[in-house]
């Protein structure tokens, strides 16, 4: 019938609850204060869901911030949004606090999941270390 036709669905298995709440009110241009610790996977989110304005607003509060419990994700988001300002913030806090980030939550799902950010990360935390033929993002 036209009214199944009229209605989609989006499955979102991979997306917390309060993550997409945060996405839908900025959607809807209510205002939005989400925690720290969402704001990568909010990023995320709003890449995929091709979201405008709500990249950037994640990546700028990160780097207002970055702290070590963000550090990891925000090196992932550095990363993937090709923003070495970023980047260079998540690197401080992980040089500063290295022993405390490198057992985060974030760096071990890091490792996880993007194992070639983790290695990027940690190589430019620890800048003395070089791999041969390794090119570092930063």
Not at 102 to 111: E, V
Request: glycine residues 2%; contains cysteine; neutral net charge.
């Amino acid at each position: 019938s036209p009214e199944e036709d009229a209605i989609k669905s989006i499955v979102l298995q991979d997306t917390r609850v309060p993550v997409l709440l945060a996405a839908l009110r900025w959607i809807y241009e209510i205002p939005v204060h989400p925690s720290p610790d969402m704001l990568s996977e909010l990023y995320e989110l709003a890449k995929r869901l091709k979201i405008d304005g709500l990249p950037s607003y994640c990546v700028d509060r990160l780097k207002r911030e970055v702290n070590v419990e963000l550090a990891a994700s925000t090196a992932k988001v550095a990363y993937l949004s090709h923003n070495a300002l970023l980047w260079k913030a998540a690197v401080r806090v992980g040089q500063q606090h290295w022993k405390e980030v490198s057992h985060t939550a974030s760096f071990l799902a890091l490792t996880r999941d993007a194992p070639h950010i983790a290695q990027d990360f940690s190589l430019s935390i620890h800048e003395s270390v070089v791999l041969p033929g390794h090119k570092s993002f930063a």
